[in-house]
């Protein structure tokens, strides 16, 4: 069976679209190292992907590494993410986080949210919204993390791949 994803870069490249569709934050180098004076380089930036195939796109690539697909919703990662940006989420082991990763972890609220990790501390890691004023006033621990964020898909309506 072809990868949907190799399919999708090779057709893209063969048309000469500035867009790239990057496997991972590990795999291609990512360009932004700071943004709002928060370190992000450990995110990854979403790739552009025409809507239409953009949930089949992040579908396949949470298979690979054992995660899901979840559209994000909010505010507070801007401009990192914008709402409706699809993000691919894998598990993960708290001993290997890296600042700078976009984690996804459960609030005391009961809330799942997606933020960066800024700086470990005694009680586990210190974590912000790249949009809110301040850190958020509770960490992420081995016991709230709910995985890392490994790729993201912005869909993009109006942009196609053609076919012969």
């Not at 800024?118 to 992420?140: P, Y």
């Amino acid at each position: 069976m072809v990868n949907t994803k190799r399919m999708l870069v090779g057709i893209l490249f063969l048309l000469g679209s500035g867009f790239v569709l990057s496997a991972s934050a590990s795999q291609s180098p990512n360009h932004v190292k700071w943004m709002r004076g928060v370190y992000v380089a450990e995110s990854p930036v979403a790739s552009p992907v025409p809507a239409h195939i953009a949930e089949s796109v992040a579908r396949t690539r949470a298979r690979e590494v054992g995660g899901v697909a979840v559209p994000a919703n909010g505010r507070s990662m801007l401009p990192l993410y914008q709402s409706g940006v699809i993000m691919v989420i894998a598990p993960a082991k708290y001993q290997e986080l890296k600042r700078g990763q976009t984690v996804v972890y459960q609030n005391r609220n009961g809330r799942t949210v997606a933020h960066i990790l800024v700086a470990k501390c005694r009680t586990g890691w210190r974590v912000t919204g790249l949009n809110n004023r301040g850190h958020d006033g509770e960490g992420v621990n081995d016991r709230n993390l709910r995985g890392v964020v490994v790729d993201a898909f912005q869909p993009v309506r109006g942009m196609s791949v053609a076919s012969r």
